[in-house]
């Protein structure tokens, strides 16, 4: 079975341009988590999502960022207006429960230039 | 404010030898604690989880213990090979899905 995807691997924005950073979870996974993770350092959460509702966005650090789950499987992480603090990895992972081991994506890299 | 701090950033040990990784926490109250590993350029990867009424967890050569009164787990690996080395990951879970991460120690072992 496939793990957890995400897609592009790579992304190259210039300043002011919005990106959008796309997840596939695991099959039958209802949990789906996004995390901002800067070099060196831990995952910081994001959102989270159970299904297509999301539960919990307080780590989206400003209302440039969105994240939508339309029909409770494949996400995705919208940045507008993209700056150079936003360069990161961005890691999506997905769990068949609410807490509990979670299945982590390779991230995407965006580099904001 | 909620911190989470692992021991060091980088551990160096001899292949054979046992690695021992601490993670502390305060202002927080997780109901599991969960250790991942991550390798350059990837996701992390899950190893173990332990429950707040738990203190020890096993799994082949990896130990797990969890102090809920010292707001601590200690993460074990025994006889250490040199593809043991990586980044270690601890996280706090609350059963409400923010699970928060440290900043991780990467493990280097040296043949």
């Known amino acids: 079975g496939a793990g957890v995807s995400q897609s592009p691997r790579y992304k190259v924005a210039k300043r002011g341009q919005d990106v959008a950073l796309r997840c596939d979870p695991i099959s039958g996974h209802v949990s789906l988590f996004w995390y901002q993770q800067a070099l060196g350092q831990g995952p910081e959460f994001l959102t989270y999502f159970q299904n297509e509702a999301q539960l919990d966005k307080s780590g989206l650090p400003s209302d440039r960022f969105f994240a939508e789950r339309p029909e409770g499987s494949v996400s995705t992480l919208k940045i507008q207006r993209t700056q150079q603090e936003d360069s990161a990895v961005y890691l999506c992972?997905?769990?068949?429960?609410?807490?509990?081991?979670?299945?982590f994506g390779p991230g995407t890299r965006l580099t904001v230039t | 404010s909620q911190k989470i701090e692992q021991n060091s950033e980088a551990l160096n040990i001899q292949e054979g030898k046992t690695a021992t990784l601490t993670c502390n926490y305060t202002n927080y109250s997780p109901a599991y604690l969960q250790w991942y590993r991550q390798d350059p350029g990837r996701g992390p990867v899950f190893l173990l989880l332990?429950?707040?009424?738990?203190k020890e967890k096993r799994k082949e050569r990896l130990k797990v213990t969890f102090d809920t009164t010292l707001k601590q787990s200690l993460f074990h690996i025994t006889a250490s090979q040199p593809a043991d080395s990586a980044t270690y990951l601890c996280a706090l879970d609350s059963y409400l899905g923010d699970m928060r991460f440290g900043a991780g120690t990467r493990l280097t072992v040296k043949p």
């Open positions: 992972a997905s769990s068949s429960g609410r807490s509990g081991e979670q299945y």
């Open positions: 332990i429950r707040e009424n738990e």
